[in-house]
């Protein structure tokens, strides 16, 4: 346990830029660039929804350590499951389109769910209220 607040410590460090303990969406999008070549900025916003739960538009050490438990969590996901999870957030937090029942199920099957999404479609209240059960945010 030590080991990994000590890793949460140091990736905090590394958003945190101009080390304010805040880390702002400028902070995220240089860190993203910098490690990750195509990282749009909406998913940044995304991130930033989940882990900013007070809503100020930054993340503080409590926050970042909560959403670091789900990330964690993620790294078990294969890159592709990753990616797929990004690409139907993104669309669905820029968009508010609806996802199909198959796409949602494949989304929370990544996070261990075995429910059955039996509607056509689902609106973006519902994806987030679905994926709320598998993170909390």
């Given at each position: 346990?030590?080991?990994?607040?000590?890793?949460?410590?140091?990736?905090?460090?590394?958003?945190?830029?101009?080390?304010?303990?805040?880390?702002?969406?400028?902070?995220?999008?240089?860190?993203?660039?910098?490690?990750?070549?195509?990282?749009?900025?909406?998913?940044?916003?995304?991130?930033?929804?989940?882990?900013?739960?007070?809503?100020?538009?930054?993340?503080?050490k409590k926050?970042?350590?909560?959403?670091?438990?789900?990330?964690?969590?993620?790294?078990?996901?294969?890159?592709?499951?990753?990616?797929?999870?990004?690409?139907?957030?993104?669309?669905?937090?820029?968009?508010?389109?609806?996802?199909?029942?198959?796409?949602?199920?494949?989304?929370?099957?990544?996070?261990?769910?075995?429910?059955k999404?039996?509607?056509?479609?689902?609106?973006?209240?519902?994806?987030l209220?679905e994926?709320?059960?598998?993170?909390?945010?």
């Open positions: 346990m030590g080991g990994d607040a000590s890793a949460q410590r140091k990736l905090f460090q590394q958003f945190d830029s101009d080390g304010s303990g805040m880390i702002d969406k400028r902070e995220i999008a240089l860190y993203m660039k910098e490690h990750y070549r195509h990282f749009p900025l909406s998913a940044i916003e995304l991130l930033i929804n989940l882990a900013d739960k007070d809503g100020n538009g930054e993340i503080d926050e970042f350590g909560e959403f670091y438990k789900i990330v964690q969590a993620a790294v078990t996901v294969s890159d592709h499951n990753l990616k797929n999870i990004i690409y139907i957030a993104t669309s669905v937090a820029e968009n508010s389109t609806f996802i199909s029942g198959t796409r949602m199920e494949q989304v929370m099957k990544v996070f261990g769910g075995k429910k999404y039996t509607h056509d479609s689902y609106n973006k209240a519902e994806f209220e994926l709320g059960r598998f993170v909390p945010f």
